[in-house]
Structures are given as C-alpha cells and as structure tokens.
C-alpha cells in the first residue's frame, strides 16, 4: 500500500492549489541549505533540514511518517544520496526528489533505479522545485473508483490504493501506483512516453522519457511473475508501453 506523511486530500485543497506539505531536505551546504528552506517555506510549505544521509534517515525514523517529501543532495558526506534512497525505499514510500550538481545520465537513471521519483539538476530555482514537488504530491492523492479492478494475477483497489498479487500485498511507491492507474484507465491502448510523463509527472522535458523507462521497469519488477518476460505491462517498441485488457 502507497504511504505517506499524509494522505493527497490532507496536503491539498479542492482545487489542488494551497499545498501545505512537510519537507525534509537534505544538504550539506548549509548556506544552500539555508537559502533552499527558506524560499520554500516562503512557498507555503514545512521544512525540517538535515545535513547527512544519516540524519535524514534517523529524521524518518524508518517509515517516513511525518515527513510527506524529501528533497535531497546526492553528494552527502558518508551515506550518499542514492544509498539513502535505497534504505529509504526498504521501508517507506514517502516520495523522494534528487538534487545534483552533476547532470550525467548515468547518475539519474542510478537514482531513478534506486527508488527516487525525480532528479533534479542544480542549479535551479525553488519555483521550479515547488512545481515538481506539487506534481509529485497531486499523484498521491487517492483516485476515486467504483471497485477493485482484477488484470492477470494482480487485483488493484484505487480507493484503498492497494494491490494484491496472489494472496500477498504489494507495496508500491506513489509513483509506481499513479502510472499502473494510468494504465488501468486505458487498458489495450498504447501509451507514449510523452504521454506518461505528461498525465503522471505533469512535465515533458527533454530526455526525461528515462523517468518513464525507469518506472515502469519498477513497477514491472513488482506486479510481473517474470519481469524479464512481461505478461501485463508490454513493450510497444519504438512507441511506448501497453497493459493487456483485464
């Protein structure tokens, strides 16, 4: 089951707008730290500051309960931003954003791999932030449906934002769950990689089709028998991914 800090209708009004969410961010820089928190609670939003992988963590306290968001550097004295995205995925869902200086490829799709919702290259102004961190945060408020939906061996409930596989619950992040709803509401039909990362990130830069691949090569990694030999979530090459119809 998706958690979180808080539920989507607890950190936003009717409307979506007035986002009121509790932040963790991690940074070493403390004047960047300090720069950082203070434009974003000018945003509307809470924001608890750690310095180190290991204080995020100990901030978390193992299920991110508390915390709806962490907003964290990769390059952290001793733990890494990536390893603590790893830790942080064993035992929490709460959505996690990646900053870096650096703007490799190879190091988003580690991050993106590891668990991470989004990356985010420095230098970069906190509005910009804001609008991903509200993206993230739309995608976790629960999507009102009539009843569970059955596709293969997985039974999916978006009202509980729950999925069973064989008997035994599934725990997807926010992410993975917004994009197997997405394609729970198109059954059959090709979906672009454009197309995703406009209706489930709410952007569509370039080069950020690796965000999709990423997903969706975790989300398979949870809901297929054999990852490496899809049933459910197919491959339209040269197009984009398709769910088989229940």
């Known amino acids: ?14 409307s979506g707008e007035g986002v009121v969410s ?27 500051a750690a310095g180190t992988g290991e204080a995020a963590l100990a901030a978390l306290g193992g299920d991110g309960a508390g915390i709806d968001l962490v907003l964290m550097d990769v390059m952290l ?18 959505p996690v954003i990646l900053l870096t200086a650096r703007g490799d490829p190879v190091d988003m799709v580690v991050g993106l791999e590891g668990g991470a919702d989004d990356y985010v ?19 976790t408020a629960a999507t009102s449906r009539d009843s569970a939906v059955r596709i293969g061996h997985l039974s999916v409930d978006p009202d509980a934002m ?22 729970l509401d198109h059954p059959g039909y090709v979906l672009t990689r454009q197309v995703l990362l406009k209706r ?8 950020d089709s690796r965000l999709v691949d990423a997903a969706v090569a975790r989300l398979r990694a949870k809901i297929e028998r054999d990852p490496a030999n899809p049933s ?13 119809k229940p």
């Open 232 to 244: 459910l979530l197919l491959t339209v090459r040269g197009l984009g991914y398709r769910l088989v």
């Open 22 to 48: 509790r932040l963790l961010l991690v940074e070493d820089d403390i004047a960047l730290s300090e720069a950082l928190s203070l434009a974003l609670k000018g945003l509307g939003h809470e924001v608890t």
């Open 121 to 139: 290259v420095k230098p970069v102004e906190p509005r910009v932030i804001d609008a991903r961190i509200k993206a993230i945060l739309r995608r």
């Open 1 to 14: 089951m998706v958690t979180s800090g808080r539920s989507g209708r607890e950190c936003f009004a009717g």
């Open 200 to 207: 489930v990130w709410g952007y569509g830069h370039v080069g």
């Open 162 to 183: 729950t999925v069973i596989a064989d008997g035994e619950e599934l725990h997807l992040t926010a992410t993975e769950m917004r994009l197997l709803l997405e394609f």
């Open 77 to 94: 004295p001793g733990i890494d931003g990536f390893e603590v995205c790893r830790r942080i995925r064993a035992g929490s869902t709460v």
